[in-house]
């Protein structure tokens, strides 16, 4: 079942990729839908995914997912310094929503907002990596459109041990503070945007992400019993010396992405809020040439 929701992910990416009206539908339309129809039922307080976390997940994800067709599909949007903003701002934003959660899950433990929460150092220690990835984020004034058809939006300074430290600081969030959802939430969404990031469109990192996390997080809200209580459910241990490992892993991932960003800065003597910082690497080279 995992490498079923893994494919599916995967193929509702590439639909998105294809065609802007797809996109639309997809992003658009059926969160309309489900706002109105679905979720006030499957999604209420007291269900797994009834919170306000959740909630601001959806729309916020949505929002970057809408954010970045327009800067797709509208010529004037990728040339404005202040639309390019957007989405390393909202990144930042979802990401500090997560920080936020795992310092509140501190101090909790038991059987909270439907879902088991062991409160401890680990969070602590994942809210601080997660605050070291924010500040690892630039480049974002680099951001082009790729030149073939499916218009994909090209964040080369985005690289793979940003992305590696990303992955790592936000599975250790889902495990410590939705264990029971880390299997699915965790492991195959992040891998449903790190595979094509890494295989089928490099450089589009934030795209596949913004595309996988809005279709999983649509997806748990309409059907949250699929990772709650069906036979495919994966239940999370609760086991403290993981989830001190796994956060400690993934602290250490992202002080050694903070201290080699900011080696690059002073080495490259460039502003990471204005300029791009590895232009000197040819895994950043490789990207912007393939997309000329």
């Known amino acids: ?11 509702v990416n590439e639909l998105a990729r294809i065609n802007k009206w797809i ?38 994800v949505l929002i970057i997912t ?21 989405p390393a701002l909202l990144l930042a934003i979802n990401i500090l929503e997560a920080v936020l959660r795992d310092f509140q899950c501190y101090s909790l433990n038991g059987f909270v907002d439907g ?24 480049g974002w004034m680099g951001i082009i459109i790729s030149k073939n058809k499916k218009k994909d939006m090209i964040w080369a300074d985005q690289l793979w041990f940003w992305i590696i430290a990303y992955d ?15 299997f699915y939430a965790g492991i195959i969404l992040l891998l449903s945007c790190t595979i094509p990031a890494f295989f089928i469109k490099k ?10 996390l809005a279709v999983w997080v649509m997806f748990a809200m309409t059907f949250p019993a699929f990772i709650d209580t069906s036979k495919y459910a994966v239940k999370a241990s609760q086991n403290t010396n993981a989830l001190f490992t796994i956060s400690a892993i993934a602290l250490i991932a992202n002080i050694a992405l903070i201290i080699f960003h900011v080696y690059k800065i002073m080495k490259s003597k460039r502003n990471p809020l204005k300029e791009e ?16």
């Open 1 to 11: 079942m995992g490498l079923a929701v893994l494919a599916g992910l995967m193929l």
């Open 23 to 60: 996109a639309l539908g997809i992003f658009l339309v059926l969160p309309i839908v489900l706002t109105f129809w679905v979720w006030p039922t499957t999604a209420a307080p007291g269900t797994s995914v009834g919170t306000w976390f959740d909630y601001a997940k959806v729309y916020s």
């Open 115 to 138: 879902v088991v929460i062991t409160g401890g150092s680990w969070n602590i220690m994942n809210g601080i990596a997660g605050i070291l990835n924010i500040l690892a984020i630039s």
């Open 66 to 86: 809408l954010i970045i067709m327009g800067i797709r599909y509208k010529e004037s949007w990728v040339k404005n310094k202040y639309i390019l903003m957007l």
């Open 203 to 212: 450089g589009a990192w934030l795209q596949h992400r913004a595309h996988t």
């Open 168 to 182: 790592l600081w936000n599975f250790a969030y889902v495990y410590n503070c939705l264990g029971d959802h880390a």
């Open 277 to 292: 910082i590895y232009t000197d690497l040819k895994s950043y080279q490789s990207i912007i040439e393939t997309n000329k």
